[in-house]
């Protein structure tokens, strides 16, 4: 019989996807962004784009909670 996973797997792996999916549409907004030469939209996109993935790299953490005292 096939065990199931912790849920705390479940809602990482679930945390993972939508940052994934988030990261992708802001790939896609930067493109449209960019085509409108909205250079400053470009770059708060491009800033939202790399935190993303500096997220799902584990180099920064998903929530500052606790973090500015």
């Known amino acids: ?22 990261r992708q549409m802001l790939a896609e907004l930067r493109v449209v962004a960019a085509n409108e030469n909205a250079d400053m939209l470009c770059y708060l996109i491009e800033m939202a784009y790399i935190e993303a993935g500096d997220v799902l790299a584990g180099h920064r953490p998903l929530t500052l909670a606790g973090t500015l005292r």
């Open 1 to 22: 019989m096939p065990t199931r996973p912790p849920q705390g797997s479940l809602e990482k792996a679930r945390t993972e996807q939508n940052l994934a999916y988030i």
